[in-house]
């Protein structure tokens, strides 16, 4: 009965082991099901970044176009403005040029009209009417005049305004020359804005 005992102790041992592997069979099977369906959300997602890879690189070869035109016009941009600037140093040069033409004109014209009148002493006379005595007076001399249409841009524009302020009061050289100068900043703060 030992040996009968024994044969049947170790039929139950290996019953036991083989219901044991059978489970973990089975836990194995799920494992590797698992396993199988992560595979294939992996394939998908490798197959999205693929895209998403694709996708960028088209992106950034247009990004690359894009820069380059933008630097091809931002080249032209910077060539127009620089011709721009050397415009506007010679219209402003040319202005200045009329503005020290005006001042030497001015300053020539000015001592024929401010000559200090002979002094005459007050003798009494008869009453006289005020006409032929205006008609004596020395008369104000007669400004250059200077044709804005032969001169340009700028240039014409600030004679004009010149010749606006010099017929409302008469100027002397530092005044003439302080209004060229507020001229010639006014024509440099449009030309930079």
Excluded: H
């Excluded at 102790?9 to 494992?31: D, F, P, S």
């Excluded at 396993?35 to 890879?53: C, F, H, M, P």
């Amino acid at each position: 009965m030992t040996g009968s005992w024994l044969g049947m102790a170790i039929e139950l041992i290996v019953a036991g082991l083989l219901a044991t592997t059978i489970v973990y069979c089975v836990l194995l099977n799920k494992r590797l099901t698992r396993l199988r369906s992560d595979e294939r959300a992996l394939k998908q997602t490798i197959g999205e970044l693929i895209n998403v890879t694709e996708s960028a690189e088209r992106a950034i070869a247009g990004l690359k176009a894009t820069v380059r035109e933008c630097d091809a016009n931002l080249g032209d941009r910077i060539r127009l403005a620089e011709r721009f600037t050397a415009e506007m140093d010679r219209q402003l040069r040319a202005g200045r040029d009329v503005v020290e033409r005006i001042v030497q004109i001015t300053d020539a014209a000015r001592p024929s009209v401010m000559a200090p009148r002979p002094v005459v002493a007050p003798v009494a006379a008869p009453p006289v009417s005020i006409e032929p005595v205006a008609a004596a007076a020395p008369k104000r001399a007669e400004p250059v005049r200077i044709d804005p249409a032969k001169l340009d841009g700028f240039a014409g524009a600030g004679l004009a305004a010149f010749r606006a302020a010099a017929e409302r009061r008469p100027m002397n050289a530092t005044a003439t020359l302080q209004t060229a100068q507020a001229l010639a900043e006014r024509t440099r703060q449009r030309a930079a804005g």
